[in-house]
């Protein structure tokens, strides 16, 4: 009976360990990299019957596509809802707006004023700089710096490095650096809510490997009762073979410029995948 158990156990901590393998921060960079490419012969060698290889030209009276033309149609309305409804729930008709001296400064209900009677003390660009910590209460953990610049004209600049640590069972760790620098476009804004949207650059590096790719951004910020912020953001882009998704949440509460958060992220990388528990603070200027 003994014996059996200790087979059981070593078993379910071999299979731990082995999931922990398959998660980690090897495995991610196993994803990046990608799987050796095989050499294939030249299509040359492929020789087609000319029959068969103009067998489509025949067909010219069965056409399978969809027709995409023009937004008018209703997978176009579904296509761009994400940015269309925003835009019509905010009531945004490109009004004039303005930065507040920072979120929730004096009176003001959140970061922007819409068509103000007065402009002196009021700002044209907003700068953030924030720092994140991430655990999954696991052997792995993860420090984010992001930096975030927004302008009257709704156009910015969005970007962010995370430096990410793993302890292995003998005592050592392994790491490794991702990051992402964005262009964004704020499409839809109120006095309280805000949605932004872009498209950027994707990186990983360490000593053993590195990749780079693109990403698309999109995300927003509900401005509470004072002082209370939510934030949402999705990322989905590649870095060289591996496919990524980010999505982050976070609640956050301001003391004058200094923000407060605690949130969720989930990491995905190729076959690495990680939900961390994350606070941060960030400083707007």
Known sequence: MRRIVFLALALLVGMGEALCAQNSIGSLRQSVEGAPRQHRLPRTHERRHPE?????????????????????NPLG??????????????DDHDQEAYFTSYPFADQHSGNLLIEPLWTPELKETRLSLGTEYGADFGPQQKVTTRLRFDTRSRFGLDASFDYLREQDTQGGHDQTWLGDINLTWRFAQSANSEFRTGIGYNWQADSNSS????????????YLDKPSVIEFDLDLGVIGDANLTRFKTSYSRYLKRARLSIGYENLQLGSFEADYLTVGMTIDY
């Open 211 to 222: 990749g780079k790719g693109f990403n698309f951004t999109y995300g927003g910020s509900i």
């Open 77 to 90: 309305h579904i296509l761009l809802l994400p940015f269309s409804g925003p835009r019509y729930l905010l």
């Open 52 to 72: 068969e290889e103009y067998e489509w030209q025949d067909d010219e009276d069965s056409d399978d596509s969809v027709d995409l033309s023009g937004w008018g």
